[in-house]
Nanobody, 124 residues
Framework: QVQLVESGGGSVQAGESLRLSCTASAYTFSSSCMAWFRQAPGKEREGVAAIDSEGGTSYADSVKGRFTASRDNAKNTLYLQMNSLKSEDTAMYYC??????????????????WGQGTQVTVSS
């Protein structure tokens, strides 16, 4: 059974940094698209970043230049480095996986596997 487990969330001040991790098990991690989504209270879940099997990345406009997605295939782990955090980045962050080597559009229906989420709270 595929499992995605996120970690690294927490409470920080605006301008600080956090690094999220997502470890996959029972999954062909290295040949798959991996993504980060987030959901703030009362809002829809939105795509934040995606990284394909070759390491190509894409980002939501709201996080470009501040967030960096990366992957370590030897460790089956996905990362999200978040710098210059803002209060509007406060949300539950989810790791998602798709079996395709390239990344589809950042909508929930395109990703088959999901983690349970890790909370990020940014205080201004």
């Amino acid at each position: 059974q595929v499992q995605l487990v996120e970690s690294g969330g927490g409470s920080v001040q605006a301008g600080e940094s956090l690094r999220l991790s997502c470890t996959a098990s029972a999954y062909t991690f290295s040949s798959s698209c991996m993504a980060w989504f987030r959901q703030a209270p009362g809002k829809e879940r939105e795509g934040v970043a995606a990284i394909d099997s070759e390491g190509g990345t894409s980002y939501a406009d709201s996080v470009k230049g501040r967030f960096t997605a990366s992957r370590d295939n030897a460790k089956n782990t996905l990362y999200l480095q978040m710098n210059s955090l803002k209060s509007e980045d406060t949300a539950m962050y989810y790791c998602a996986a798709d079996s395709r080597t390239w990344c589809p559009a950042a909508t929930m229906s395109n990703y088959r596997y999901w983690g349970q989420g890790t909370q990020v709270t940014v205080s201004s």
